[in-house]
């Protein structure tokens, strides 16, 4: 019995035992996300692309646009060549100013209009055009859209480079990052926008609780570990919290009334199509944000089609130009988005039915 350890001796070596445990274990899987992302670093892919990046675009001397396409540009990224004709925008050849006959569409939008991993002929512009065709209404749809622009940007790109083509009607392709301007094309041309390296979008604030943490928090974000943790637990989703934002809201609010009054102006139809982001269709978390998209371009005198529907018929994996992307579609997301839209741009008016395209 003389060995006997006390029992507050006992405790407190049992402690030490499992909090020495558990900081060994954290230790361990510090150790271990170190040395994968060493493993896959992606820097140099991340130079590569930059470097296609300023290929592909030149600063603009419009300072809402910041930046545009490069006249006469082939350059190979994303798993596929971009060119860009004389005029400035995605397409194989020139476009000639004389409509000839056909009827002339204009596609406004970002990366996910512009079609970015997708050859130009897949691109479900293309396919609106070849199909409109086929069908016996000779059309061209040109398209204007511009990786990283949001939505400010791509109606000035109507007022800047669409009026001298003399469209019949214009499609805005809006998606949920549009409100935000932050994206791996502007830093480069604009270096208020820089981001971290290998960051495509800017990071919400991670709350506990109604309380907003300090970004960065000096000490703790050191640790790979608890900045995964934390991002995952307690950061504020992205794409609500900028389709929430009451500034931001304004702004696309303005941009979009802005287009219908350019429009209405001319006497020219046009069209807002909303693009949702490829998670959780069945159960889509954003429809609130569609929901005012939506009004705003109705009161705007605009056409709208919702696309969420349509994407529910496949699988959010096929959907994606690749995996984890939940903005761009694959080839499959491209002929989706055509059939979706076909009736509406067949319409003189650019006018869906509602049963073709709303949720």
Same mark, same amino acid.
């Given at each position: 019995?003389?060995?006997?350890?006390?029992?507050?001796?006992?405790?407190?070596?049992?402690?030490?035992?499992?909090?020495?445990?558990?900081?060994?274990?954290?230790?361990?899987?510090?150790?271990?996300?170190?040395?994968?992302?060493?493993?896959?670093?992606?820097?140099?892919?991340?130079?590569?692309?930059?470097?296609?990046?300023?290929?592909?675009?030149?600063?603009?001397?419009?300072?809402?646009?910041?930046?545009?396409?490069?006249?006469?540009?082939?350059?190979?990224?994303?798993?596929?060549?971009?060119?860009?004709?004389?005029?400035?925008?995605?397409?194989?050849?020139?476009?000639?100013?004389?409509?000839?006959?056909?009827?002339?569409?204009?596609?406004?939008?970002?990366?996910?209009?512009?079609?970015?991993?997708?050859?130009?002929?897949?691109?479900?512009?293309?396919?609106?055009?070849?199909?409109?065709?086929?069908?016996?209404?000779?059309?061209?749809?040109?398209?204007?859209?511009?990786?990283?622009?949001?939505?400010?940007?791509?109606?000035?790109?109507?007022?800047?480079?669409?009026?001298?083509?003399?469209?019949?009607?214009?499609?805005?392709?809006?998606?949920?990052?549009?409100?935000?301007?932050?994206?791996?094309?502007?830093?480069?041309?604009?270096?208020?926008?820089?981001?971290?390296?290998?960051?495509?979008?800017?990071?919400?604030?991670?709350?506990?609780?109604?309380?907003?943490?300090?970004?960065?928090?000096?000490?703790?974000?050191?640790?790979?570990?608890?900045?995964?943790?934390?991002?995952?637990?307690?950061?504020?989703?992205?794409?609500?919290?900028?389709?929430?934002? &009451?500034?931001? =809201?304004? %702004? !696309?609010?303005?941009?979009?009334?802005?287009?219908?009054?350019? *429009? #209405?102006?001319? @006497?020219?139809?046009?069209?807002?199509?909303?693009?949702?982001?490829?998670?959780?269709?069945?159960?889509?978390?954003?429809?609130?944000?569609?929901?005012?998209?939506?009004?705003?371009?109705?009161?705007?005198?605009?056409?709208?089609?919702?696309?969420?529907?349509?994407? &529910?018929?496949? =699988?959010? %994996? !096929?959907?994606?130009?690749?995996?984890?992307?939940?903005?761009? *579609? #694959?080839?499959? @997301?491209?002929?989706?988005?055509?059939?979706?839209?076909?009736?509406?741009?067949?319409?003189?008016?650019?006018?869906?039915?509602?049963?073709?395209?709303?949720?």
């Amino acid at each position: 019995m003389g060995n006997t350890i006390p029992r507050h001796r006992e405790f407190f070596i049992r402690t030490g035992l499992v909090c020495f445990g558990l900081a060994a274990g954290v230790l361990l899987v510090e150790g271990f996300l170190r040395a994968r992302e060493t493993l896959t670093n992606t820097s140099s892919e991340n130079e590569t692309v930059e470097r296609a990046t300023l290929r592909l675009h030149v600063a603009s001397d419009d300072p809402v646009l910041k930046y545009e396409l490069r006249p006469g540009a082939a350059v190979e990224r994303d798993g596929t060549i971009y060119r860009v004709n004389a005029q400035g925008f995605r397409a194989n050849d020139d476009v000639q100013l004389e409509k000839r006959g056909k009827r002339r569409i204009l596609l406004l939008g970002d990366s996910v209009a512009f079609g970015r991993g997708v050859d130009y002929e897949d691109t479900f512009g293309q396919l609106i055009e070849r199909q409109l065709t086929a069908n016996g209404m000779p059309t061209e749809v040109l398209n204007l859209s511009v990786l990283g622009y949001k939505t400010s940007q791509e109606v000035r790109m109507l007022e800047r480079r669409g009026w001298q083509l003399n469209p019949d009607g214009v499609i805005l392709a809006f998606c949920l990052n549009d409100f935000d301007d932050f994206s791996g094309e502007l830093p480069l041309f604009d270096p208020s926008g820089r981001l971290p390296p290998g960051r495509y979008q800017r990071l919400p604030p991670r709350r506990l609780g109604s309380i907003e943490l300090p970004e960065p928090m000096p000490l703790l974000d050191r640790s790979l570990l608890f900045r995964k943790l934390s991002g995952r637990l307690l950061r504020i989703d992205y794409y609500r919290w900028i389709g929430t934002d &009451r500034a931001l =809201r304004k %702004e !696309v609010a303005e941009a979009i009334s802005r287009l219908g009054k350019l *429009l #209405s102006e001319r @006497g020219i139809p046009g069209l807002v199509v909303i693009f949702p982001l490829l998670h959780q269709l069945d159960d889509y978390p954003y429809e609130g944000i569609h929901q005012f998209v939506a009004s705003e371009a109705l009161a705007a005198r605009l056409s709208v089609a919702d696309l969420t529907t349509a994407f &529910r018929s496949e =699988r959010t %994996e !096929v959907l994606r130009v690749r995996p984890g992307d939940v903005l761009h *579609l #694959s080839k499959v @997301g491209h002929a989706i988005t055509a059939r979706a839209l076909i009736r509406c741009t067949a319409d003189a008016g650019l006018r869906c039915r509602k049963r073709d395209v709303l949720p």
